[in-house]
């Protein structure tokens, strides 16, 4: 069978903050191998470390020991330039406290990785109401985020992570502030987006039905990433092949 490169591979990776009395051991020999087509919910209390992963994923972050690498190429050895244009090429992330600028309007936000990359500013606001509509927010392209519910600037956030069409979209609780309907919508969207390009998504989330309906759900803690002991329901979209994050 021919072997499919991974979209993302991390190798036994470990991180602690801080030293002496306030050293805080986030987690030890996490590894996770997330392939094209995957969808990955995951899952875990409060304070275990689901924040800090992505960002160690995303290259935001290293980790004290192991090793990430997107596409095959690691982040370790790589400068700041350098990440942040194999993120903008590769990577759309949705920070669970959005990091929208407060000085730009919705879709400015939405279109600034477009004009990082060198579009004409006229097209880049094009894009950005075309993702800014796939979310719904187009009634409120041209507000601002201060002036904007907790779940518009979600969405708004998400529109403007999905805006390069990232192969591998990582998202930290992208429906927390959103009501069944638009967490539902947005489960949607999430899924062409990996298709799209022969994607794959990862998922922090705290909503269990949501989770369920990815095809692998792993629970986070302090010795590693392991596979939820709950299958997933019959049916469900995309079934529940078992564990990728010892894969
Ligand atoms: N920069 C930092 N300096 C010191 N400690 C940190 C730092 N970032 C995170 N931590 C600690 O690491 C642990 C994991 O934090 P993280 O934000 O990853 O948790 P989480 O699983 O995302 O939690 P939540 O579900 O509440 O968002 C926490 O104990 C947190 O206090
Ligand atoms: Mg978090």
Not at 57 to 67: E, R, Y
Not at 170 to 183: F, I, K, N, R, V
Not at 204 to 212: F, G, K, L, P
Request: with cysteine; glycine share 10%.
């Amino acid at each position: 069978m021919p072997t499919v490169d991974p979209l993302l591979k991390a190798e036994a990776i470990s991180k602690s903050f801080g030293s002496g009395d306030s050293l805080v051991k986030v987690f030890e020999s996490v590894d996770l191998t997330v392939l094209p087509g995957d969808f990955v919910a995951i899952m875990g209390p409060s304070g275990c470390g689901k924040s800090t992963l992505l960002h160690l994923l995303a290259g935001l972050d290293d980790p004290d020991s192991g090793v990430v690498a997107v596409e095959g190429r690691s982040w370790q050895g790589r400068s700041l330039e350098e990440r942040a244009r194999m993120r903008g090429e590769t990577i759309g992330f949705v920070f669970q406290f959005h990091h929208l600028l407060p000085e730009l309007s919705v879709e400015e936000n939405v279109a600034l990785p477009l004009l990082l990359a060198g579009w004409k500013e006229e097209r880049a606001l094009g894009e950005a109401r075309e993702c800014l509509d796939r979310v719904g927010m187009m009634p409120r392209h041209s507000a601002f985020p201060r002036t904007l519910s907790g779940g518009e600037r979600q969405r708004t956030a998400l529109a403007r992570a999905v805006v390069r069409k990232p192969r591998l979209l990582l998202c930290d609780e992208p429906t927390g502030s959103l009501d069944a309907a638009h967490a539902a919508e947005v489960f949607e969207l999430l899924t062409v987006v990996a298709r799209e390009r022969a994607g794959a998504v990862v998922v922090v989330t705290h909503d269990r039905a949501w989770a369920r309906r990815c095809a692998t759900m792993l629970h986070l803690a302090a010795g590693g990433l392991n596979p939820s002991v709950e299958d997933g329901p019959p049916g469900a979209p995309y079934g529940n092949p078992g564990p990728s994050g010892s894969r």
